[in-house]
């Protein structure tokens, strides 16, 4: 590693926020404003930065020289999202380390109600999001568990994990965003990187999940804390559907690594891997491929179609018999209709 400027805190550090970033210099600063507006004695700011090379060091540095509670690291290279999330945890010097996407906005008020969760002492908070347009405009707040708002689970514990399993809406609730995750850095260090997840975008949910058979309570606070940019995902560069791929065979792999195949757990996994890719987004996907040519990209949402239903369910018999059977042309249309209900202008690479 070459760069680095570690300011000195004098309080003791109860909360690092914990940054890793790569070319997002023209989002950062607003992300940093939105926490640096909030600070509190006993919180840090860890930026970890994978060798940039756009403006992200001049923009972090205007903040190290403001704030003593701001810390930069810059490394020579890229580590990806997974080693870069690892060394910013151990980088960071808290109690409890607040994983933060690096073009996302804290919410006014976060901090101090992060700060007061944490004297309940879980291993694990997990918070609900806002996602927003690429300018931040307010769409919606993102589902995550069905689990009442401040509700604790004792995961080592078989019946609280099925309840806890069961409430799932999305792969938030199985740690996917890394934005929702409040966790107790020594229960973090316990646990070494996976070096067969680094690449897949996951080896913190493997890390995580890893720590349940030896106790990992978790506090779902559920109340929305900061907004989520959408239209900015780093991993969209080798398009849409291998983006889905990205998260459909991840979780599927996770699932049947950590818990078995036939598990309760990985059918839950499974289950709401189908609510976060039903078969409108599937058939918009496949619409889309044919109208911008991607043709080679056809076999892979094929696959990913026969992968992603292929538990027995009644909704996943319905979604692969629709998949097969209705005629593009006839989905042009519903999409159409769709569209105008939603009073959303007609684009072409979303649903």
């Keep these: 590693m070459s760069g680095g400027n570690m300011n000195s805190v004098t309080s003791p550090i109860r909360l690092s926020i914990c940054m890793p970033t790569y070319n997002f210099g023209a989002f950062i600063g607003e992300t940093l404003e939105s926490i640096v507006s909030q600070l509190e004695p006993g919180v840090e700011i860890v930026v970890l930065d994978g060798g940039s090379q756009d403006d992200t060091t001049e923009v972090v540095n205007r903040f190290t020289r403001a704030y003593p509670a701001v810390s930069y690291v810059r490394q020579p290279v890229r580590g990806g999202i997974d080693r870069d999330m690892s060394r910013s945890v151990e980088l960071a010097r808290g109690e409890y380390c607040w994983l933060f996407s690096s073009d996302d906005i804290m919410k006014p008020g976060a901090l101090k109600r992060v700060l007061a969760e944490l004297d309940s002492g879980q291993d694990l908070y997990l918070c609900g999001l806002t996602i927003c ?24 514990d078989a019946a609280d994990r099925q309840r806890y399993f069961a409430a799932a809406q999305t792969t938030t609730a199985f740690f996917s965003f890394m934005g929702a995750l409040i966790l107790r850095r020594s229960r973090w260090l316990d646990y070494t990187l996976d070096e067969s997840y680094v690449g897949s975008c996951w080896a913190h949910v493997v890390r995580i999940l890893r720590m349940i058979p030896d106790g990992l309570s978790v506090k779902f606070v559920g109340e929305s804390l900061q907004f989520k940019r959408g239209g900015n995902d780093s991993f969209m560069d080798k398009g849409l559907v291998h983006r889905y791929a990205l998260a459909i065979d991840g979780y599927h792999r996770i699932a049947a690594d950590v818990f078995g195949d036939q598990s309760p757990e990985a059918r839950h996994m499974r289950r709401v891997i ?78």
């Excluded at 347009?133 to 069905?146: F, G």
């Excluded at 992968?307 to 629709?322: E, M």
Aim: proline fraction near 8%; include cysteine.
């Design 133 to 156: 347009d690429k300018r931040m405009t307010p769409i919606v707040d993102h589902n995550v568990s069905s689990a009442p708002w401040g509700a604790v689970f004792q995961l080592a």
């Design 274 to 351: 189908v609510n976060e890719f039903p078969l409108k987004a599937m058939f918009f996907t496949r619409v889309d491929c044919r109208d911008y040519g991607r043709w080679s990209d056809i076999p892979e949402l094929d696959r990913l179609v026969e992968k992603t239903y292929r538990d027995p369910t009644l909704r996943n018999l319905v979604y692969r018999a629709g998949y097969w059977l209705i005629p593009m042309e006839l989905y042009e249309i519903v999409r159409l209709i769709y569209r105008a209900i939603r009073g959303r202008p007609l684009r072409k690479g979303a649903p």
